[in-house]
């Protein structure tokens, strides 16, 4: 799943791909590298960061899901939210939502993707992107994600989610602290319990500078095919990054791997 970030304040890209003409050039790169699913995201999450409203975050995804709907083959996907911006970007043919909250900011969400049949993406997080850190207490980081998780499953089967539409996330980075994401990785095992496709994000995140000391974000890309490796070998189903072609190669070699055990 190649990240195309449509905003200015992405801690990896931001600003790169505002312009929609810049936001289509990327996705067909990322396409031609061997991407299966672009990720449109039009309001950054990072920690500390500030809700954006539903109008800015439409006018910054709709030109470039417009652009993307003739231009590029693979499944798009919309990294949001609000339930309003995922209905608006599945009529213009988006097929998954990814949803960071888990359905804990709008439970509409749901409705939304089951009425149009769409796939849909529950990461695992506690509190908003801005105070997610005081959310960071675990006893059992693999237990309470695990149930976590399921608390979002089970809300979204409620509102008629298909169970073989959803896709679980465990939120490396979010509402976790660097040993706890780590932890989050390691326990891809125990959330394969849940039955359902796993997706892991680590790409470029500030949790790898635990294990690495501190490099710019951009030089963390090493880092990330190590981390991206680890997934596939523990489950992972899908990976989210930045630098499609580099980790397209780990998740080859660590896939060949995974094939021998």
Known sequence: MGILNVTPDSFAD???????GAAE??????????????????????????????????ARVLPVLQRL???????ISVDTTKAAVAERALDLGAAIVNDISGLRYDSALADVAGRYGAALVLMHTRGRPRDMYREANYASVANEVRDELRTSMDRALAAGVPRDAILLDPGLGFAKRAEHSFAALAALPALSDLGRPLVVGPSRKSFLTAAIGERAVQDRDVATAAS?????????????VHAVAMMIDAVRVADAIRHQC
């Open 25 to 58: 050039s990327a996705a067909m790169e990322m396409e031609a590298c061997g991407a299966d699913i672009i990720d449109v995201g039009g309001e950054s999450t990072r920690p500390g960061s500030d809700p954006v409203g539903q109008d800015e975050e439409l």
């Open 69 to 75: 709907s003739r231009s590029v083959r693979i499944p």
């Open 228 to 240: 991206v490796s680890a997934a596939v070998l523990l489950g992972a189903h899908i990976v989210r």
């Open 14 to 20: 931001g600003g790169m791909h505002v312009d929609p």
